[in-house]
């Protein structure tokens, strides 16, 4: 079993950037994909961002490539997800996720493990 921790979400302004940060135990992180996703009030959990065990491979969304950068460090268990030059339309719930294998996937049904969300809200 893997346990999933969302940290860093928060109230910001139009512009702003935010780094949330997910912390794992139990099963070797390590071998987990990992992935962002969110969802707003009233709409579906969507797809953020995703990286493979190694970290060497990404997947954004069209609506945050080039704003939002996923990384992770295998030694600290953590998964990041460096938000920049944020818009009103990025308020959402996101929640950090993984997967029982290595390669990636927008497929929310295809993640294993969830944590409970850390809430982003920004502000015009």
């Known amino acids: 079993q893997v346990q999933l921790v969302e940290s860093g979400g928060g109230l910001v302004q139009a512009g702003d950037s935010l780094r949330l940060s997910c912390a794992a135990s139990?099963?070797?992180?390590?071998?987990?994909?990992m992935g962002w996703f969110r969802q707003a009030p009233g709409k579906e959990r969507e797809f953020v961002a995703s990286?493979?065990?190694?970290?060497?491979?990404?997947d954004y969304a069209d609506s945050v490539k080039g704003r939002f950068t996923i990384s992770r460090d295998n030694a600290k268990n953590t998964m990041y997800l460096q938000m920049n030059s944020l818009k009103p339309e990025d308020t959402a719930i996101y929640y950090c996720?993984?997967?029982?294998?290595?390669?990636?996937?927008?497929?929310?049904?295809?993640?294993?493990?969830w944590g409970q969300g850390t809430q982003v809200t920004v502000s015009s």
């Open positions: 139990g099963r070797t992180f390590s071998s987990l994909a």
């Open positions: 996720a993984g997967r029982r294998f290595t390669s990636i996937t927008r497929e929310v049904s295809r993640y294993d493990y």
């Open positions: 990286i493979n065990y190694g970290g060497g491979t990404t």
